[in-house]
């Protein structure tokens, strides 16, 4: 059931988000353990003999296959998992839904739309059953800003997190050692190291930097959020309407415009599949990236660069000193109003979502699930499992920035990545782009 482990000659044309992360991830990893949060009912057998329909992301797949499996041996009730890319999930569920199929229980929904999701009714309010089994779930350990981000529309809670997400600015060592530079703390200085390093060795095939403007939102969009955070700005003022009309903003397009010289050919073609194989393989020396691509870097199965990288938060920019993490993707696990069994997705959620089954991902080498939980993020294992990422970590997701996640979002998100490809294909000023993204933003907004 478990996918094949990448050997070192690894087929990059396959590669996706985390697939390629995934790899080693489930394969002879130890059962879960009966500590996991389940209900005494569940563990004595209640629900053997049952079965439960998965919609999880591309990327979570192995893991999803994993919690199915152990689920399976803890409780006697089968997961089927059902794969699907992380951009489909809500068309998917809401078609399921909708449709009248209601063939899925539980869905790994990506937080940016819940809002359209519970507008649609195709969610469970659990805001009840979080409260009556906080014991077991304990919601208080779930970093705040997480929490309520992933979970709370309209007062009420429907979902539990599963990922936690947000980039860091991995650098290596080597080729800024051997150019005599420094990882970078401001925007500017990623200017100037990028153009340094691909000045110097761009005739060997190494650039300055991998910057990851493929046109889907969760690319683009996280490349142009880790700017605007830097520069101190948000996506929304406070009224609900577009504030991609300030400085910050347009300033972190004209930094995306400023790197397109002087980075890895093409950024507007450079996704997952260009650019972690590009940084893993020693031929980069910057790449934005989320938390977990610093346990596989330092894995010899599938990096080349092992011991010669670092992180750093990602910089700062203009008048703005204060680190701040953009959000960027982010996970959780929501069931679906057509489920013709809540009370065993519920436990299926508890389990997946559960502090001790949440600390054995974030330990598992590839596994993709970055910290959501105080405990993950501050505990002695994962200090000592990945130390240089705790420290860049720590103190960094309490607050940060996060996406619209109001019912218009997606529409939103695909508005800014249209604008943004513009920028990287050339075809507008980055003062134009940004003034449209702005209007449609506030047309659909006002919609």
């Known amino acids: 059931m478990n996918e094949r482990p990448p050997s070192k000659n690894i087929d990059f044309a396959s590669f996706n988000r985390r697939r390629f992360l995934l790899g080693t991830a489930a394969t002879g990893a130890a059962l879960f353990g009966n500590a996991a949060a389940i209900s005494r009912a569940a563990a004595e057998g209640k629900y053997a003999g049952q079965t439960l329909n998965f919609m999880i992301i591309q990327p979570h797949v192995v893991?999803?296959?994993?919690?199915?499996?152990?689920f399976e041996k803890l409780t006697g009730a089968k997961v089927n998992v059902t794969p699907v890319p992380y951009d489909q999930i809500q068309t998917k569920a809401t078609l399921d839904v909708q449709s009248g199929t209601n063939e899925f229980d539980v869905i790994d929904y990506w937080y940016t739309t819940l809002s359209a999701l519970v507008e649609d009714g195709i969610v469970t309010d659990v805001t009840d059953w979080i409260e009556r089994d906080k014991a077991e779930l304990q919601p208080d350990d779930v970093l705040a800003s997480f929490y309520d981000t992933y979970t709370l529309r309209d007062g009420k809670r429907w979902g539990f997190p599963y990922d936690g997400d947000s980039h860091l600015l991995f650098y290596n060592k080597e080729i800024l050692d051997r150019n005599g530079l420094k990882a970078p703390t401001t925007w500017e200085e990623y200017l100037e190291v990028t153009k340094a390093v691909t000045a110097a060795e761009s005739k060997n095939g190494i650039y300055g930097a991998a910057v990851l403007g493929g046109k889907a939102p969760i690319i683009i969009g996280s490349t142009f959020a880790?700017?605007?955070?830097?520069?101190g700005g948000t996506f929304l003022k406070e009224d609900g309407t577009s504030a991609l009309d300030s400085e910050a903003a347009l300033a972190a397009a004209q930094s995306l415009k400023d790197i397109i010289p002087h980075a890895m050919p093409t950024p507007l073609e450079t996704r997952f599949e260009e650019g972690l194989p590009a940084f893993l393989g020693g031929k980069v020396a910057l790449i934005e990236f989320w938390s977990d691509l610093g346990v596989y870097a330092?894995?010899?199965?599938?990096?080349?660069i092992v011991d010669k990288w670092g992180v750093v938060r990602n910089p700062t920019g203009g008048k703005n000193t204060k680190n701040i993490a953009a959000f960027n993707a982010g996970f959780g696990f929501a069931i679906t109003s057509g489920s013709k069994n809540k009370e065993l997705a519920w436990e299926f959620v508890k389990f997946g979502t559960g502090p001790k089954v949440q600390k054995e991902l974030v330990l598992l080498t590839g596994s993709g699930i970055d910290p959501s939980r105080k405990s993950q993020l501050y505990g002695p294992e994962y200090r000592a499992f990945a130390p240089k990422l705790q420290e860049a970590l720590a103190g960094q997701l309490e607050s940060g920035l996060p996406w619209p996640t109001n019912v218009q979002s997606p529409k939103l998100q695909?508005?800014?990545?249209?604008?943004?490809?513009?920028?990287?294909?050339?075809?507008?000023e980055p003062t134009d782009a940004i003034a449209g993204i702005h209007a449609a933003w506030n047309q659909a907004l006002s919609s």
Request: net charge positive; no cysteine.
């Open 226 to 231: 880790n700017r605007l955070a830097g520069y």
């Open 414 to 428: 695909q508005i800014l990545a249209d604008g943004l490809a513009e920028i990287l294909a050339g075809q507008k």
């Open 298 to 304: 330092q894995d010899p199965k599938g990096s080349k």
């Open 63 to 70: 893991t999803g296959r994993k919690l199915a499996e152990d």
